[in-house]
């Protein structure tokens, strides 16, 4: 009996390092996403009149090279178009720089200018990671997030808002040799959701649909993501505006 106990908990610390290979979705879904129900409401209106949805995309590098928010909005586009006989467009603009960080957008002219003048109907943040690589994260992260949330809804009132958290990804260490977790990551979503959940925004839960801790390796494996274990290959970023395309419709037929 107590050799049927030592191998069941050893069997069950092993299964618990398994990660799911890369191409697995696990839980997507777009949480709080009766945030997005005006957006339902204007895509509905395509039924009798030609309808323009306007969507911002604020990030750092993982949308710098545009293969993300492009191949989500051609996957909107081609979706929308055939169902509403083409009367329904998404426009999508992307506001980005590399090595950002949440406090890094709190005070650009540049961006105030935009959401002010382009009157957006959806604004998504895909932010975090190097707020877990520079440590910002450690201090007031939430904070950061409510500074950057609060002024979206002041300077573009009528828009939705929906958070992803940042994807898995690891940090090399020299002294091991390996790339290992890092735990401000963790960190970072965690708090997102805090957020998210306590201001009823809606958010993608990134890290968890493609895997989780570690997941990353898998990613590198099949060709998907970068030996830097941070970012993606354009087809890895494809599977990704896949997922949020698949997430997206779902919570459009749900509300």
């Not at 009766?34 to 395509?46: C, D, F, S, T, V």
């Not at 586009?77 to 709190?106: A, E, M, P, V």
């Not at 090399?172 to 959701?193: D, H, M, W």
Request: proline share 3%; net charge positive.
């Amino acid at each position: 009996m107590i050799l049927k106990s030592t191998l069941l908990s050893s069997l069950i610390a092993l299964l618990a390092f398994v990660k799911p290979a890369a191409g697995q979705n696990i839980g997507n879904q777009i949480m709080n996403e009766q945030e997005l129900k005006p957006i339902k409401e204007k895509i509905n209106n395509a039924d009798s009149l030609p309808t323009l949805i306007k969507v911002l995309h604020i990030g750092d590098s993982h949308i710098k090279g545009g293969v993300f928010s492009q191949q989500f909005m051609e996957k909107l586009n081609n979706y929308y178009t055939g169902k509403y006989h083409g009367n329904l467009f998404f426009n999508f603009q992307w506001f980005c720089k590399i090595g950002t960080k949440y406090s890094d957008y709190n005070e650009l002219a540049e961006l105030d200018k935009q959401l002010k003048e382009e009157h957006f109907d959806l604004v998504i943040i895909s932010l975090g990671t190097n707020d877990a690589f520079s440590g910002s994260s450690k201090t007031n992260f939430y904070e950061k997030i409510d500074h950057l949330v609060s002024k979206i809804k002041r300077l573009s009132p009528a828009a939705c808002i929906l958070i992803t958290t940042p994807s898995d990804a690891l940090r090399y260490n020299k002294q091991r040799g390996a790339y290992l977790s890092e735990p401000e990551i963790k960190n970072v979503t965690n708090t997102l959701i805090k957020y998210a959940d306590e201001h009823a925004v809606a958010y993608w839960n990134l890290h968890q649909v493609m895997g989780g801790e570690y997941s990353i390796n898998s990613w590198v494996q099949k060709k998907l993501a970068q030996p830097d274990r941070i970012h993606f290959t354009p087809k890895g970023y494809t599977i990704l505006a896949d997922w949020l395309f698949t997430a997206f419709i779902n919570s459009m037929q749900g509300l």
